[in-house]
């Protein structure tokens, strides 16, 4: 069995410090090139005008109950 951290002086390939000399190491991964298969293209359709006139409205019906509600209480 092998020790995990060698002796740098006694390991060969290596300088006094226990750096591997330029070339006797394979070069860095080079990345990915591509992938397999396509992704499927993004879905761009937006929602439309007419959820947003749904959300305003439902935000003035809340709005109108709620001061209903102080108004009734305030009486």
Do not use: K, Q, Y
């Not at 993004?42 to 509600?69: D, F, K, N, Q, Y």
């Amino acid at each position: 069995m092998t020790s995990p951290d060698p002796e740098p002086r006694g390991t060969a390939g290596v300088d006094a410090r226990g750096n591997p000399f330029p070339g006797d190491t394979p070069p860095a991964e080079g990345g990915v090139s591509g992938i397999s298969t396509p992704e499927p293209p993004e879905l761009r359709h937006a929602w439309g005008t007419w959820p947003a006139w749904l959300v305003v409205l439902l935000c003035v019906a809340v709005s109108l109950m709620l001061i209903g509600v102080i108004i009734a209480l305030a009486v």
